[in-house]
């Protein structure tokens, strides 16, 4: 599926949509930089699926 297609798809049938955004250290250029972690996870009558994870240094630059 490309990616605009799943980003802009309906959430008609996910009763509970979870977004949670951590602060982790990572490597970049060699050096260690905070940076965030968006994960979102659908709960659907089958059970819990991870629907995709983004990084960015900083929340403002998650899409």
């Given at each position: 599926m490309v990616l605009a297609?799943?980003?802009n798809r309906?959430?008609?049938d996910?009763?509970?949509f979870l977004l949670d955004v951590?602060?982790?250290r990572a490597r970049?250029?060699?050096q260690a930089v905070?940076?965030?972690v968006l994960v979102?996870?659908?709960v659907t009558a089958s059970g819990?699926?991870?629907h995709g994870v983004s990084v960015a240094l900083s929340e403002a630059d998650l899409h």
């Open positions: 297609a799943w980003r309906s959430l008609e996910t009763p509970y951590r602060c982790e970049e250029a060699g905070d940076c965030a979102t996870v659908d819990h699926r991870v």
